[in-house]
């Protein structure tokens, strides 16, 4: 079946630093890509997507390539901000499936 | 534009017991879904439902059941509860299964503890 496993985390940086959250992942068939945030006290919310071979996702400096010949949707930022504090998803959703499917989840804890 | 919300945010039951979650969905959305989020994982599919009707189900047993109203409001009910149905239940509408773009917007969860 379907599957995701990101980075485990978590992960502490200094504000300024350079990211990157690995994903990578297995389905059958072209599946879509995704990454979620989840802000604290918040719900998930959409981060970016991407859905098909070498699709680039891109939000509030965030960036994610949909990778089909490494399998893999890595997140990176270059400059992180404290407010970028929170736990990240990687998803993915096969060809016809109408369900999600996530990673464990990545904790992002940026410090001033 | 009202977001998602479900209701209770956190109860706690004692295993055996039966338990109804409920979620409002994002205006004008007419799909809603379902995921448990047990501590330290991932969501994890339930079951999904497009206007009024059952139309996905995860790797769940039959004692997790749902319903979904005119409104597009929804509920999950949740039989016999174990211990291992201790989680953060999370409710996701999106626009339309038609047009569906993967997109879900999620509430903030309801958080239940089994004892």
């Known amino acids: 079946g379907d599957s995701v496993t990101q980075m485990e985390g978590p992960v502490t940086l200094s504000e300024e630093a350079f990211l990157t959250i690995n994903c990578t992942y297995t389905a059958t068939g072209y599946p879509s890509l995704f990454w979620y945030v989840q802000y604290p006290g918040e719900g998930l919310q959409l981060l970016l997507k991407?859905?098909?071979?070498?699709d680039k996702g891109s939000n509030k400096g965030f960036e994610a390539t949909y990778r089909k010949e490494t399998t893999s949707f890595h997140l990176e930022k270059g400059s992180v901000q404290v407010s970028d504090s929170a736990v990240y998803f990687c998803a993915l959703r096969g060809g016809s499936n109408y369900k999600l499917t996530f990673g464990k989840g990545t904790l992002l804890t940026v410090n001033p | 534009e009202t977001g998602v919300t479900q209701s209770p945010t956190h109860l706690i039951k004692t295993r055996g017991q039966q338990v109804t979650l409920r979620c409002s969905s994002q205006s004008g959305h007419n799909t809603v879904s379902w995921y448990q989020q047990a501590l330290g994982q991932g969501p994890q599919f339930i079951f999904q439902y497009y206007r009024e009707e059952e139309n996905g189900r995860g790797n769940f047993p039959p004692r997790f059941s749902g319903l979904q109203f005119p409104n597009y409001s929804s509920e999950l009910n949740v039989n016999a509860l174990e211990l291992d149905d201790s989680a953060l239940y999370l409710c996701?509408?999106?626009?339309?299964?038609?047009?569906?773009?993967?997109?879900?917007?999620f509430g903030e969860g309801s958080r239940l503890t089994v004892l």
């Open positions: 991407a859905t098909k071979a070498d």
């Open positions: 996701a509408s999106s626009l339309d299964l038609r047009v569906d773009t993967g997109e879900l917007f």
